[in-house]
């Protein structure tokens, strides 16, 4: 008998929009750009000919002194280097969409960062070795530059807009290498990505253990993503048939995971962060993203939201609930997520 749900909402709204496109983005390649690095309040970016700022960036109030020049291969320019996980997915990496398919010499990838700071995030080299890329090949200054050969495209994916079906390309191809297809959905339990280890961060439940508990006690695995090197993250998410946790970054890893992924979702509000939707679309995932009437809000701390919700133990129950549904592709209680205005 399958168990009754105690009452979870679905996520019936969108923080943003979620428009998709086949069409690749555009893109421009420049024989002359200046290269300007962040300096404290001064203007940095990468800037054309006539001064224009291409991409990210903060453009100057006067024109700026002629940098110097210097010799390198062709650069592909791929913006603010982020070093947050979920950030470089989503303003980083739809950069790199140019090397689906490329032909001819490989440029090295220009971005805007602390000299060698990529060191510190472990995904980066995997996810670039399978690019055909090391550490080595990001490039930055120090210094303002002029640069003669520089490919410039367009974001495969805008931050809560829309995305471009070749960035499903893309992350796909990255994520190939790590899972096979004898693999995928082979392990019944299910898995739920725990926070309760995180120092610091974006999002924190602070009555999760109570939930990860309760779930526990009916045979949850619970797993903490920290703990596990990026290429064993794309392999859980390809092997377990159903993933539970709170909404945040750990979410966006099913991008390159096996197609098809099935999620359940506590997200800390009604409205869902469109990043979720639209990467879900690009892998076919199905996901039950729900909220907890009664929701309180606390203090920040050392993450950006916190938030506690009411009987946990319940909402672990509801969450057992929605896998079920899921295992007997019941459809998802919504018909498709509204754009908030």
């Known amino acids: 008998m ?8 679905p ?18 390649r420049f024989a002359h750009a200046d290269f300007h690095p962040i300096d404290g309040d001064a203007p940095w ?23 110097e020049p210097v010799e390198t291969g062709p650069l592909l320019s791929i913006g603010l280097l982020a070093l947050h996980y979920g950030h470089f997915l989503i303003n980083t990496l739809p950069h790199l969409w140019p090397l689906v398919g490329w032909q001819g010499e490989r440029p090295k990838l220009l971005c805007h960062a602390k000299l060698g700071s ?3 995030a472990p995904f980066l080299e995997k996810i670039l070795g399978r690019l055909g890329f090391t550490l080595d090949d990001l490039v930055t200054f120090e210094r303002p530059v002029r640069l003669a050969d ?6 495969a994916l805008h931050e809560q807009a829309s995305v471009h079906a070749v960035y499903g390309d893309l992350c796909r191809a990255i994520g190939a290498g790590f899972w096979t ?3 995928v959905d082979t392990v019944a339990r299910p898995a739920y990505l725990a926070k309760t280890r ?9 009555n999760e253990d109570e939930i990860a508990d309760e779930l526990a006690r009916h045979g949850v695995e619970i797993v903490h993503p920290e703990t596990l090197d990026w290429p064993a993250q794309v392999r859980l998410l390809s092997e377990r048939r159903t993933i539970l946790g709170t909404v945040g970054s750990a979410f966006h890893t099913t991008v390159f995971a096996a197609p098809n992924r ?15 939707a639209l990467l879900d679309g690009l892998n076919g995932t199905r996901a039950r993203y729900l909220h907890a009437p009664g929701t309180l809000y606390r203090e920040r701390g050392a993450f950006e939201v916190s938030w506690e919700v009411p009987d946990p133990r319940g909402i672990a129950q509801a969450m057992l609930a929605e896998v079920e549904a899921l295992d007997r592709n019941e459809p998802a209680p919504r018909r498709g997520l509204r754009s908030r205005s």
């Open 118 to 120: 990529w060191r510190s």
């Open 11 to 28: 996520c019936r709204t969108l923080w943003g929009t979620c428009e998709r496109h086949d069409a690749r983005p555009g893109w421009r």
């Open 198 to 206: 995180l120092a610091s961060g974006i999002t924190r439940l602070v």
């Open 181 to 183: 297809l004898g693999e």
């Open 2 to 9: 399958a168990r009754q749900r105690p009452p979870l909402l």
């Open 150 to 155: 520089v490919l410039v495209p367009e974001p």
């Open 45 to 67: 970016g990468l800037f054309a000919r006539d001064g224009s700022l291409l991409g990210t960036g903060r453009a100057p109030s006067v024109p700026l002194p002629e940098p």
């Open 262 to 276: 099935r999620l359940v979702g506590l997200n800390w509000q009604p409205a869902l962060n469109a990043n979720f």
